[in-house]
């Protein structure tokens, strides 16, 4: 049997500060958000998508986007992102010192509509104006697709179709591209099929994977991508998170649970385990939660062994 043929380092950016915190609906103090961010930058995470640009109606938890960013810029030992909408939103980032823009777009036209109220073709088409803008400011920008391999409205979605909005993004000028499983639809199989296809087709592309362990499959379709051989890896603190526009869409695999998976693989991520395992306790407490998708707060890391019994064991 042959070893299994993966990448030896991962990257990983915590999304928590915003896909995590855009899915609570009590409002968490600005105080807290900047809390949080600084207990997972001790941990040795080195990217993070830190916020989200939208209208403060159209998501009201992330209304201190500038706020949030202005008093987190002395960490800079962390590359920050931050999700906008339209060319507003990305001045209202480059404004305050952001210098990686992510872009927002569906692979079905069902969640488009739902999601920015305009069909795939029409939303991208508009993004256009966020990417001029971009390039004259010297800001980098990345792409995204949602509901990449499965959308709750349209069921699983074509290869064919991701293929079309990639082609289309390279027009564009952007290199880099986040697949979102945002309703945890993907399995193994599918997203390394997909990422044989994508990765050929278009080879100067860089991948990124956006993983929701909606239906427990998110680890397993993250080892799939490994073996095509990305190594971007969104994940959330505690598994926080969920899409606002689908249905059914439970947080993101729990970045302490992607971290120790990983290390047990002997995949290299700079991440400090036992530290990003206390942040999510303590950001557990903190937004007054007492359940988790963690398996690290559920079980703790394979490391972690129980005490061995005393005595003889008797048999029969």
Same mark, same amino acid.
């Given at each position: 049997?042959?070893?299994?043929?993966? /990448?030896?380092?991962?990257?990983?950016?915590? $999304?928590a /500060?915003?896909?995590?915190?855009?899915?609570?609906h009590?409002?968490?103090?600005?105080?807290?958000?900047?809390?949080?961010i600084?207990?997972?930058?001790r941990?040795g995470?080195q990217?993070?998508?830190?916020?989200s640009?939208?209208?403060?109606?159209a998501?009201?938890q992330?209304?201190?986007?500038e706020? $949030?960013?202005?008093?987190?810029?002395d =960490?800079?030992n962390?590359k !920050?992102?931050? %999700?906008v909408?339209?060319?507003?939103?990305?001045?209202?980032?480059i404004?305050?010192?952001?210098?990686? %823009?992510?872009l927002?777009?569906?692979?079905?036209?069902?969640?488009?509509l739902?999601?920015?109220?305009?069909?795939?073709e *029409?939303a991208?088409?508009?993004l256009e104006?966020?990417?001029a =803008?971009?390039?004259?400011?010297g800001?980098?920008?990345?792409?995204?697709?949602?509901?990449?391999?499965?959308c709750?409205?349209e069921?699983?979605?074509?290869?064919?179709r991701l293929?079309?909005?990639?082609?289309r993004y390279?027009?564009m000028?952007?290199?880099?591209?986040s697949l979102a499983?945002?309703?945890?639809m993907a399995?193994?199989?599918?997203v390394?099929?997909y990422l044989g296809?994508?990765t050929?087709? !278009?080879p100067?592309?860089? !991948?990124?994977?956006? #993983?929701?362990?909606t239906?427990?499959?998110?680890?397993?379709n993250a $080892?799939?991508a490994l073996q095509?051989? $990305?190594?971007? !890896?969104?994940s959330s603190?505690?598994? %926080?998170?969920?899409?606002?526009?689908a249905p059914?869409?439970?947080?993101?695999?729990?970045?302490e649970?992607?971290v120790h998976?990983?290390?047990?693989?002997?995949?290299?991520t700079?991440?400090? #385990?036992a530290k990003?395992?206390d942040?999510?306790?303590?950001?557990?407490?903190? %937004?007054g939660?007492t359940?988790?998708s963690?398996?690290?707060?559920?079980?703790g890391?394979?490391?972690m062994?129980?005490p061995?019994p *005393?005595?003889?064991v008797?048999?029969?």
């Open positions: 049997m042959t070893d299994l043929q993966i /990448p030896s380092k991962a990257v990983i950016c915590e $999304v /500060p915003r896909d995590g915190f855009q899915a609570e009590d409002w968490i103090p600005t105080e807290t958000k900047i809390e949080i600084r207990k997972l930058a941990t995470i990217s993070m998508e830190i916020t640009f939208v209208h403060p109606k998501i009201p992330l209304k201190d986007a706020e $949030v960013v202005t008093r987190t810029q =960490l800079t962390i !920050f992102r931050a %999700l909408p339209n060319a507003r939103g990305a001045q209202r980032a404004d305050v010192g952001i210098k990686k %823009l992510k927002m777009l569906s692979a079905t036209d069902s969640h488009s739902s999601n920015a109220n305009a069909t795939v *029409e991208q088409n508009a104006p966020i990417i =803008l971009a390039e004259k400011h800001v980098t920008v990345g792409g995204s697709i949602s509901v990449a391999f499965g709750p409205y069921g699983i979605v074509p290869v064919d293929a079309v909005i990639l082609d390279t027009k000028g952007i290199h880099e591209v499983d945002t309703t945890g399995n193994p199989r599918q390394y099929s296809r994508l050929e087709q !278009f100067a592309m860089t !991948f990124s994977m956006h #993983l929701h362990n239906r427990g499959m998110a680890f397993a $080892v799939a095509q051989g $990305v190594i971007h !890896f969104d603190i505690a598994g %926080l998170g969920g899409c606002p526009y059914g869409a439970s947080g993101n695999i729990a970045s649970d992607l998976g990983f290390e047990e693989m002997g995949i290299e700079g991440i400090d #385990l990003m395992i942040a999510a306790k303590e950001v557990q407490q903190l %937004l939660k359940d988790s963690s398996y690290m707060l559920q079980a890391p394979c490391s062994l129980s061995k *005393e005595g003889q008797k048999l029969g």
